[in-house]
């Protein structure tokens, strides 16, 4: 068990990514907050997750976006477990349109969730790390789009490209506290952020076609680094970008 007895806080965690992050924390021994969007079906998912964790878990209802819900949630944390160790800043979500077309409204909701939600989670927990005296993993999922570009999709780049910057400032900031702070970028993952693309057999195809791996990843591929990320032999690890995209960063179409 790599994460034996932290505490971990996970966003977006009622499904996809996040919600592989959590159920592999839970299996190393980590006790894990689920957070998720109150909104829809949201908070059953959540519940399903932390039902069936291997260690006493916990859900925690915000959004990322809001000030007042992402302090709520870390002190709901901290009252259950007593600390934090831990926080993945996974919640995201990504509108397609063409950049002539996309409104103030969908560029500010894509911004807010993925840039400034990051931003805001990460700055709840490390000021938790910094009163608790210190020590903690800050990671970020950002994507592939935290370094090339993806048209159709330019306020969520934006986003991804500003929590690239976001990581690579607090690795520095927070480094006298012993906080390591790392991105992991996922490239396509079957999640449902894909469903549309994963539904439609050509599309897939294309999308594949792009990746030299020759397929999609899978969450619990992502929940590997993320464990290495926050256990103990990631010690001297900050300030890192780690790709998880079968190799689609590295594909050039030249023609
Ligand atoms: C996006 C997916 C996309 C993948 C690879 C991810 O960040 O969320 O929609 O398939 O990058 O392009």
Request: charged share 20%.
């Amino acid at each position: 068990m790599r994460l034996m007895n932290k505490v971990a806080l996970v966003t977006g965690a009622s499904r996809g990514i996040g919600r592989s992050i959590a159920e592999r924390f839970a299996a190393e021994g980590s006790h894990v907050a689920v957070n998720y969007l109150p909104q829809g079906e949201n908070e059953i998912e959540a519940r399903a997750v932390a039902n069936q964790l291997k260690t006493a878990g916990m859900i925690v209802g915000g959004d990322v976006s809001l000030r007042g819900d992402v302090e709520r949630m870390v002190s709901e944390v901290v009252q259950k477990f007593g600390r934090l160790d831990i926080a993945v800043c996974n919640a995201g979500i990504e509108i397609k349109k063409p950049f002539l077309e996309v409104t103030d409204e969908e560029w500010n909701s894509v911004l807010s969730v993925n840039l400034y939600g990051s931003f805001c989670v990460a700055q709840a927990v490390a000021r938790q790390m910094v009163r608790q005296g210190g020590s903690g993993k800050l990671i970020f999922i950002s994507s592939v789009h935290e370094d090339i570009p993806f048209p159709g999709y330019t306020a969520y780049c934006a986003s991804k490209g500003g929590v690239r910057m976001l990581m690579r400032n607090l690795a520095m900031e927070l480094a006298p506290h012993k906080i390591n702070v790392n991105n992991i970028a996922p490239g396509a993952i079957a999640t449902p952020i894909n469903s549309a693309v994963l539904s439609d057999p050509e599309a897939k195809a294309g999308a594949i076609s792009e990746i030299p791996w020759g397929r999609f990843g899978r969450p619990e591929e992502v929940a590997a680094v993320a464990v290495f990320l926050s256990s103990d032999e990631a010690e001297y690890v900050t300030g890192s970008t780690y790709y998880v995209d079968g190799g689609l960063t590295q594909q050039v179409t030249l023609y």
